[in-house]
């Protein structure tokens, strides 16, 4: 059982490294990139079939959630950050740490969600897998672009 989600991880991974060969569309390689990512974490936090089917709808209900969060925040700020005045970059300061709390109250929230699905242990490899994926991804940016 454990064997598959390895499987999973290296088929995605090939298929990621072609089509970025290919020069294929954003979306393409997004979705690529997403079933990397779910079989990668999957292996990595040893979940169940049962644990997936639970786990997944409630992890990209948070991923969007928390998207939304930092999107709103950021899509106030377009202008240029030396034209702003001591007051208006205090107050982007200040909403700054009130989106990084609404942050931390909205992981919080879906902590305990998931404790109802997979154990503590598995929530720690979780955020451990993040960032090993993050690191994967940027590793292959590099390689591509080295490669260009």
Not at 11 to 20: E, K, M, Q, R
Request: aromatic share 10%.
């Amino acid at each position: 059982m454990k064997r598959l989600p390895f499987i999973l991880v290296l088929f995605c991974a090939l298929a990621f490294g072609s089509t970025t060969a290919m020069a294929q569309s954003g979306r393409s390689q997004d979705k690529n990139v997403e079933a990397a990512k779910v079989a990668f974490f999957t292996d990595k936090m040893g979940l169940t079939t049962e644990q997936s089917q639970k786990f997944w709808p409630l992890y990209n209900e948070y991923e969007t959630k928390r998207r939304e969060l930092v999107r709103s925040y950021r899509s106030g700020y377009r202008e240029d950050v030396d034209q702003l005045s001591e007051q208006e970059a205090k107050a982007r300061l200040d909403g700054m740490f009130s989106t990084r709390e609404k942050e931390l109250e909205l992981e919080k929230e879906y902590v305990a969600r998931y404790q109802r699905v997979i154990s503590s242990n598995q929530i720690i490899k979780l955020y451990r897998s993040e960032r090993e994926f993050t690191k994967l991804l940027l590793k292959k940016l590099e390689a591509n672009n080295k490669a260009q």
